[in-house]
């Protein structure tokens, strides 16, 4: 699976914009399915390439489980912590896959931070001109 | 009726999810997605767990977990070899350095190699005789190990039932050690 050069400019700037929108994101990291990292922003010391493998990983799970349950696709994983929280939505495009991972302090909203992922990922998913 | 938790490992496109599926007699668990790395010409990829289930005659039930090959997923490997009784690491003669490979594994798993049974399968060897599995023993006792080596086809039941029975054996010999 190839991602085209269009979409990997895209999830640069849907990154940033989710880091920008919503208080408390520590980063926004957007990995293909096999864990390669495509695009990410920080506010604080990450590693994408690591978060990359671990965000295709939890979706992949995420995935089986929806399936297991009989509870359709899967549309986000919520990681709950002391600190924060962790969000993996999967995204379809065409053909192509990604994930979509939001790592959020203890300041973040959980709801408002699951709002802009998951518009992050319509305009991933959205058809291109 | 013993529940034994086995884990596979081994590099990218070695046979795992194979190996895993032709013996689970239940649907296998897979979490395949599409391969984006082109250095590999391979579709798919393991990105989280293969997980088959077996029966044996006398009830025992083993449970078989897959890893992830690529390294980038070290961290699945922690979390699925933990509370695992054996280790399989399956490694392909026809990779371009397979003994780099099995070294790769023995450090990846290092800790739990330190107290529990491995066995290593090699696949390919008819194709690809060299290195032998004389020169995969060589590297072992060079740090230290004696493991068992068996040439192994990951699709054939049989190779998959071999294998898993060295590592039940090692798994009796350690309990009985232990027994009082």
Known sequence: MKIPHALKLRAAVEARRVLDEVTGIASVVIATPDGFEIASVARRD??????AAMASSIAAIGAVVSQEAGLGRCTCITVATDNGFALVSPVHSGETSLVVNVIADADAVLAQAMYRTAACVRALEAPQP | MRDFKLVFTGPMGVGKTTAIA????????????ANADTSVAKAT???GLDFGQVTLDNGD??????????SRF???????????LGLAILLDNSRPDPLADLAQYLDGFAGALERMP???GVSRLPSHPT????DYAQALAARGLVLPLLAVDPRRKDDVVALIETLLMQIEVLDEEAAP
């Not at chain 1, 990450?46 to 978060?51: D, K, S």
């Not at chain 2, 083993?62 to 992830?68: E, M």
């Not at chain 2, 070290?74 to 695992?84: P, S, T, Y």
């Open chain 2, 74 to 84: 070290d961290f699945m490997w922690k979390i699925l070899v933990r509370d695992a």
């Open chain 2, 45 to 47: 990829t393991t990105v």
């Open chain 2, 61 to 70: 039930r083993l449970r078989l977990y897959g890893t992830p090959g690529q």
């Open chain 2, 22 to 33: 032709a013996i689970s007699e239940t649907a296998p668990i897979a979490t395949e997605v």
């Open chain 2, 118 to 120: 491995c066995a290593v």
């Open chain 1, 46 to 51: 990450v590693e994408p390439a690591r978060i």
């Open chain 2, 131 to 134: 290195p032998t599995l004389d």
